[in-house]
């Protein structure tokens, strides 16, 4: 495709304005003596006599896909509840086995005995200056008969893995309840000590609000989505629009994830029947105070009783109200009690065994419980993984096998927090640290955009699937559609590097679905894919994320649901069938450099700012005002930063970069030359590559939560889903505890010199081949 086309295509819904035209002139006129970025690659891993069987094995696939597989399939999923633990949750897997049986799978329930606690009482009471009581109801709407079934039989709005509680005290609004509203606090003189928390949706993962409110002293905490990130000030609500209605709740778990994901009874093992198990009080994920989420019905006349300073701007959301900060003179009562129940979690394995190498296994994985209904999260992944498995038995039937092992997963119980996955994983640990090659996985999924994150090792792979899937609105690939994109919202120099690069970045993982277990505490290489950027809305895990909702606002055509599908059984069918595992370091090696730059520019950063900070308080410039609703105390000066030695760092970065080089030039030459190794010498090879993710791992795990063993990526203490990368180095750099930092800089630093010596075994092996 040229680079006049790729400039020429326009997202949905987007105006040929005068700002667009002269971007067009830009990109076809400036850019026009750049290399094109997305010349054809080669079909990475494949002999050239493969490529084109291999292609046409995709092809076939591609054209058994059905769409309205996927319709059928979802208004089954989604006509009744299923959350784990209840019945048409079990109905649904039973479902799902029985399909892959008959598609010629060894499929099978493997079942996990999991806490899961659901609401006994709830009770929200503004106490003073008035009294109002919250209704906390989510009703259905007569538009939406899911809806109104869902509001009779589905799990009201609450948190799950909330404390217990009966507390009063008076009320503080906290922004988002992420660390730097509580330093804006800090600098206004407030403090929640004892009193209740409330905090808008947005920022970060709902789970850090509550913790971090409970590390401050507060006694309890009130979620709430106010409508300037999710409601009519986005766009009309539903049902007449995508967005949150007033009466539109968000659940969802509160468990200390980025501490442990799974059961907070069984850390380490699987939690069977017969697992011993924590007692509650022991667990250390379980929040420690009462946590509920309420409409922004129900929170405003929380809202509209704070007084105290007026709430900076940057913290004012679209109620008819001005925002205070308190505390008080609103005083509330929070009552909540769960029952705290173990309920059975069925995961749905099926099998296709390989023809060749039988111990490589390729794992595809989507959740199947939802909150509520769970239209688009997430039986829309859900049901495009079943069709991508039903197309491959297609190929089976015709005479094909794969060389490797393919197994598909159907995850139950990963709203709480990931437990169907993570007690799965835990449970056969040593054997997936042997055997699996890659993980894929997907979750909700809509119209728009291929977006793409995961182990960088698999950058240039899922590049060179995406160029031959095409977008359905377009007809041009999904990587140069989501190209266009990124050129659309770039700046000139940064639409320049774009043009220049071979690859469209993909992001890193953090943790939020079920790629977690298998990246950060087994090592093993994922991808985590969807589509989406047109289908925006507020039904995210509401009554409201119903069949009824999704056909008119998520993808009411299901082509979306196929491209998806086609997209991961590409990238399923050649990781199947390569040769060489598509393993590329080259990107990796760049993205890694990245990150270390990054550290030491924020070592720059703070020194920066400390020496500023410590100069304006010097001269006296931080004034106090007379009106003592508006006081700011000024912060506290700071120790100054210190030199951090960064070299093992750098060394190893040079190191990476050279070791990917030179097995990029022995992976080209043995293809080049046509050269074989037997099916014992690819297998050893193939190993290699794929243990080599496991490298970045360290058996002691991340400072204070040794579950994360990944040192390249996990989520952050206070960012939760959100990734932090060389998490160790760069979050004790961000807590000033330098000599931790130090630490961590030698310990990663020979992490990725390890990490290169695995590279360098694997080229080893292609130059003997010669």
């Given amino acids: 495709m040229s680079r006049r086309t790729i400039a020429l295509i326009v997202p949905k819904g987007w105006q040929l304005t005068l700002a667009w035209m002269l971007l067009v002139t830009y990109v076809v006129t400036s850019l026009a003596g750049l290399p094109a970025a997305f010349a054809a690659p080669e079909l990475l891993g494949f002999r050239s006599e493969d490529v084109g069987p291999q292609l046409t094995r995709e092809q076939q696939f591609t054209k058994s896909l059905k769409a309205e597989n996927l319709r059928e399939w979802m208004e089954y999923f989604t006509s009744q509840p299923h959350h784990v633990g209840s019945p048409h949750g079990k109905r649904v897997a039973e479902f799902m086995a029985e399909r892959f049986r008959e598609w010629g799978f060894d499929a099978e329930l493997s079942v996990y005995h999991v806490l899961f606690p659901t609401p006994k009482l709830r009770k929200l009471t503004l106490l003073e200056p008035t009294r109002f009581e919250a209704s906390l109801v989510e009703p259905g709407v007569p538009e939406d008969p899911t809806s109104l079934l869902g509001a009779r039989e589905g799990l009201p709005p609450y948190n799950a893995f909330s404390a217990d509680g009966d507390v009063q005290g008076e009320l503080v609004y906290v922004n988002y309840g992420i660390p730097k509203d509580y330093e804006e606090l800090d600098r206004r003189g407030i403090n929640v000590s004892g009193r209740v928390v409330i905090a808008r949706y947005g920022g970060s993962w709902r789970g850090i609000k509550p913790k971090l409110a409970a590390e401050k002293g507060a006694i309890g905490c009130i979620l709430y989505s106010d409508p300037i990130d999710d409601g009519y000030f986005q766009g009309d609500d539903y049902p007449r629009g995508p967005f949150k209605n007033d009466r539109g709740v968000q659940r969802g778990s509160v468990v200390d994830l980025p501490v442990r994901p799974g059961d907070p009874l069984t850390p380490n093992i699987g939690a069977t029947a017969d697992a011993p198990r924590l007692r509650r009080e022991q667990s250390e994920t379980l929040m420690k105070i009462p946590v509920l989420p309420i409409s922004y019905s129900d929170a405003l006349p929380l809202l509209k009783a704070l007084d105290g300073p007026v709430a900076p701007e940057a913290w004012r959301g679209a109620l008819p109200l001005t925002y205070h900060l308190g505390p008080g003179p609103a005083k509330v009562r929070l ?56 197309a491959v038995s297609e190929l089976v039937r015709q005479g094909w096998r794969p060389r490797r092992t393919l197994v598909y997963c159907g995850w139950d119980a990963e709203e709480p927090g990931l437990l169907g996955s993570v007690e799965w994983v835990e449970h056969h640990f040593a054997e997936l640290k042997k055997k699996v090659a890659v993980y894929i996985n997907t979750d909700s999924n809509g119209r728009g955009f291929l977006r793409m994150r995961g182990s960088h090792s698999l950058e240039k792979f899922i590049n060179s699937v995406g160029r031959d899937v095409k977008d359905p609105q377009t007809g041009v690939s999904v990587v140069e559609r989501h190209l266009s994109r990124l050129l659309v919202q770039a700046d000139q120099a940064e639409r320049r590097r774009l043009y220049e690069r071979d690859d469209v970045r993909i992001g890193a993982l953090g943790s939020g679905s079920d790629y977690t277990p298998f990246l950060q505490h087994v090592g093993i290489s994922v991808l985590n894919l969807d589509y989406g950027g047109e289908n925006r809305g507020g039904e995210y895990h509401t009554l409201y994320d119903t069949f009824e909702n999704y056909l008119r606002f998520g993808d009411p055509e299901f082509a979306y649901g196929v491209t998806l599908a086609e997209t991961c059984g590409r990238l399923t069918l050649r990781l199947s069938e390569c040769d060489v595992l598509p393993f590329a370091f080259n990107n990796l090696a760049e993205t890694v450099g990245g990150y270390v730059d990054e550290v030491i520019e924020l070592v720059d950063a703070l020194r920066a700012q400390t020496e500023m900070t410590n100069r304006l308080i010097r001269e006296n410039r931080f004034k106090l005002t007379a009106d003592p609703k508006q006081a700011y105390f000024p912060p506290k000066s700071q120790a100054p930063v210190p030199h951090v030695a960064f070299a093992p760092l750098l060394n190893a970065r040079t190191r990476l970069k050279t070791s990917a080089a030179a097995y990029a030039a022995a992976r080209g030459d043995y293809f080049a030359a046509k050269q074989s190794l037997n099916s014992a010498g690819l297998s050893e090879l193939n190993r290699i590559l794929f243990q080599a993710e496991r490298v970045f791992l360290r058996t002691e795990g991340l400072p204070h939560r040794p579950w994360f063993r990944h040192q390249i990526y996990a989520p952050g203490l206070y960012t939760g889903y959100g990734v932090k990368t060389l998490p160790a180095v760069r979050e004790a750099l961000e807590s000033r505890d330098w000599q931790e930092a130090e630490k961590h800089i030698v310990l990663v630093g020979e992490t990725i010199e390890k990490y290169a010596a695995q590279i360098d075994r694997a080229t080893g092996i292609l130059t003997k081949s010669r």
């Fill in 335 to 390: 009552h909540l009690e769960f029952n705290w129940d173990l309920v059975p979690a069925y995961n749905v394995i099926a099998k296709l065994e390989g023809r060749e190498w039988p111990d490589q296994w390729i794992i595809r994985g989507n959740h199947h419980d939802a909150w509520v209904i769970g239209a688009d999260d997430p039986t829309a992944g859900m049901v495009a993984l079943m069709e991508e498995a039903r």
